[in-house]
Structures are given as structure tokens and as C-alpha cells.
């Protein structure tokens, strides 16, 4: 475990489970099992009507700012206007007849009404500031919604922090004969050691000992005793880790979940799916049938290759996927 611990495949390993879309995806799997948010159709109705409310309150304060603009427009061309007007009465005031009306008296009835428009103007100005500060502030929780929404790895491993991924480990192999199967075992220990959200592991093979079960059970993990041969039907978000199967058992998993609730709620890391479909395309000279459900489980899955260096200081990895529904 510490060769592995310190291999630089795992520690890549771990970068890629802590980055998108690998942890996006494992925690939408475990979060499918909540009735919340069992049907994503939910969570995206959930996004799209945020973001409406969202691209609604952006237009609203759009408009108001506009009014600002236009108030503020409508302020100055009052003030040129008194000053337009101030003038004007300076001009008379100079030039005023002495006979006629006092031009004290003239100045304080233009002062007034002058006076009187400013305030009107700077009231209304006024107006629309606190007016469009109202829906700034409205503004605010919805777009505290429409972030969560957008940000939704954190809401759903906020939903996950309840739930955990059981583990299935099929095919490891001899873990007392066989370097790679000790690596591979290694590989999912470590998983359990670092994420939280890692329930119990399970192991079943055939090929497995009494003694080497009796290590497996010292080691934290379950040894299964029964061969369902693959067809296990989950009760839980699960992980199969089935590192370099044979394509029938990977089948015979899909078939036993075959179902979109349960399908949304199994991460399988093993095989390339790809490489099956690309393979059974050109199905020529080939006398065994091909894996139904993994032909059709590829079609609508997202895999995401496992990354693996160039020289790996750890064998047995080569080839491998997740793979999400």
C-alpha cells in the first residue's frame, strides 16, 4: 500500500477524482439515491427556472438603471434651464426700467419658481435611485439561488454528505500470487482511506483462498461467499470496481440494473466501454455473441478515461474507465 500510496498514479488518480466532471459525476450518483433529487429532470427544472428568475430580475434592474439615466438627463437639462433663467434675470434686473415693477420683487418670485422646479427635479431623481436601489436588493436572493444552481457540485455533495458509495470489487484475482491484483486492491483501500463518502467494500472471486479472504476481512472489506455471477441487484449507489473483467460480467451487471433509477445510482470503473463498442463494430470472424447491455449502456454513458502515466511505477490499470449513466 505505501508503493502504491506514493506512486505517481495515484496521486493522479486522486486529482482527477477531486476535479470535474469524475467528482461531479460520483456525487450525482450517490445523490440520485435521495428522493429529492432522484429524477434529474428536477434539478434541471430547478436550474432553468432560477436562471429565468434570475435573467428576469437582470432586465428589471436594467430598465430601472435606464430610468436613472433618463431622469438624470432630464435633472440637468433642468438645471441648464435655471441657470438659462438666472441669467435672464440677471440681464433684466440690469437693464430694468426703474418705473416699472421693483426687480427685488422680480428676483424673488423667478427665485422661487426656479427653486421650486429644482426641488421637483431632484425629488424625482431621488425617486428612481431609491426605486432602483429596492430592486438591486431584490435582486439578491435570486441570484444567491441561480449560483447555488449553477455551482452544483457543492450542492451535490451537500445532498451526498448523508449517503455513501458502497463498493462491489469483482474480478481482483489472487492477491497472494499476483503483484497486479495487490496493486489493484491497494487502489480501492486508499479510496476508502482518503473519501469520507466510500461505504463498505465487498470482494468476490472465485479464485480467492480461505486465507486470503481471512487477509480481505482483516483488511476492513466483506469477502462475498456466493457467485452471483455478476448479477447483483443494487439496494444503493454503488461502485463496481471491476478492473479488467471479461465483457460478459460488466453485461451481466447492467442487465441485473437494468433500470434508469438504478442505472443513475451505479459508477462502474473497469474496462473501457468504448473500446468494446469499437471493437464489436467490425464483429467479423467473431463466434461469441456480443454484451448486449454494454453496447447499449455505452450509447448513453459518459466515460471518462482513467488517467495513467506513460512509464506507471504501478501495474495493472492500463485501459481503464469510469463510467457514469
Known sequence: MDRMQQSAFFQKFLLQMQSSPVLDLLFRAISSADSEVSDFSDINGAFESSQKQHDFNHEKARRSTLEIVNA?????????????????????????????????????????????????????????????????????????????????????????????LQVIIYGLGSIADSEISRCQFALILLLKQTCSWIGPIEVFDPVLSRSECSVIARMGCVPATKDEKGRRRITSPTLFYMPHCEEWLYDNVLQANWIPRLLKQIVILGNSFQEYHERWSVPIGRKSLPPEYVLKYQRSAQEVPLVVPSSPDVPGFNNMSWHFF
Not at 449560483?147 to 449517503?163: F, G, I, N, W, Y
Open 72 to 164: 438624470t438627463k432630464n435633472f440637468y437639462l433642468c438645471r441648464e434651464n435655471i441657470l438659462s433663467k438666472s441669467t435672464n434675470l440677471l440681464r433684466y434686473i440690469c437693464t430694468c426700467d426703474p418705473g416699472t415693477e421693483s426687480p427685488k420683487h422680480i428676483q424673488t418670485t423667478l427665485e422661487s419658481d426656479l427653486s421650486s422646479s429644482f426641488s421637483e427635479a431632484l425629488n424625482s431623481n431621488n425617486l428612481f435611485i431609491v426605486e432602483t436601489e429596492s430592486h438591486v436588493e431584490g435582486l439578491k436572493p435570486s441570484s444567491c439561488q441561480y449560483l447555488e444552481c449553477v455551482d452544483r457540485p457543492h450542492v451535490l455533495q451537500a445532498k451526498a454528505d448523508d449517503s455513501c
